[in-house]
């Protein structure tokens, strides 16, 4: 039994370094294929990198590579990541950041043939965010802006990381905009809002399903009716009628999309003075649905 425990950890950890490093790859891959050559300055490390290289065209020919950037900001933030949240911490820290500046070593600059900026920001703003998506489902980061809003917030308790890190990036996609134009800047920040889509869309699950909460005097026969017809669980939920003064059993039951049309149509044959209430589940998890 313990073998078999110590075989499952040791998979589980493999399978979060390479969702780490796949992730990495992935932003690594829109920031040398898209970001870069079309000067989009998105935010963080990499888009401060992008303005660095630009602005240093003038001494070095075709300016500070962004990797080489990437390193040299990093450096001092790992020193004082280790020296303050710990070493333990900065395991797949290290990875994502490791990865990240070698896949953009790697990965040629060249445009990923986009004349169109719109375009250009939504695919770079899609791929970006599957892969940060990836990065945070295993509690990693690519070091950068990430490991500098955890800082900040060590000493400020009273400003959530979010928001250090929206002030960190709108200061550089600002300093983008001086560098690149307005218009590059909107498509910048285009491309960030599909990012923040797309990696709460990862995180949060594809998966998505209905919620129907029933009030009916006839709870019972709506509750057997569900559990036989669409071998769905259903959860009685005791309440209280604030007008009446009555109590009642308001049903709860999640099911797919295409079973919510039977669970009120259950509802109304046997009640049709029945009180459906239908929601939006993002994901759902147990039997059914997702295993753990």
Aim: with cysteine; charged share 15%; net charge positive.
């Amino acid at each position: 039994m313990g073998r078999k425990k110590i075989k499952s950890k040791k998979i589980l950890a493999l399978r979060n370094y390479m969702t780490i490093i796949v992730g990495s790859f992935l932003m690594a891959l829109a920031v040398n294929l898209i970001y870069e050559p079309l000067g989009l300055v998105t935010g963080g490390v990499a888009g401060l990198a992008i303005v660095v290289k630009e602005l240093t065209k003038v001494i070095l020919d075709g300016g500070m590579p962004v990797w080489l950037f990437n390193v040299i900001t990093n450096i001092p933030l790992f020193a004082l990541s280790i020296k303050i949240l710990g070493i333990r911490t900065m395991v797949n820290v290290t990875i994502g950041t490791l990865t990240y500046i070698l896949s953009l070593m790697i990965i040629p600059i060249n445009q990923f043939v986009f004349d169109d900026l719109l375009l250009a920001a939504v695919v770079g703003g899609a791929i970006t965010g599957v892969g940060l998506g990836m990065v945070f489902s295993v509690s990693a980061s690519t070091g950068g802006t990430d490991l500098m809003a955890s800082l900040i917030h060590k000493y400020n308790k009273h400003v959530s990381v979010p928001r250090i890190l929206t002030i960190i990036d709108g200061a550089i996609i600002i300093l983008g905009a001086l560098v690149f134009g307005i218009g590059n800047a909107l498509y910048a920040i285009i491309a960030v809002y599909i990012t923040a889509k797309a990696s709460d869309g990862f995180l949060e699950g594809l998966k998505f399903a209905k919620a129907a909460y029933i009030i009916s005097d006839e709870y019972e026969k709506v509750a057997s009716d569900i559990m036989t017809k669409l071998d769905r669980g259903v959860t009685g939920v005791s309440a209280t009628g604030m007008y009446s003064k009555t109590d009642k059993k308001m049903l709860f039951c999640v099911v797919s999309k295409k079973e919510i049309i039977k669970i009120t149509e259950i509802a109304k044959e046997i009640d049709p003075n029945s009180f459906v209430i239908v929601s939006d589940v993002r994901e759902v998890m147990g039997e059914g649905f997702i295993e753990y």
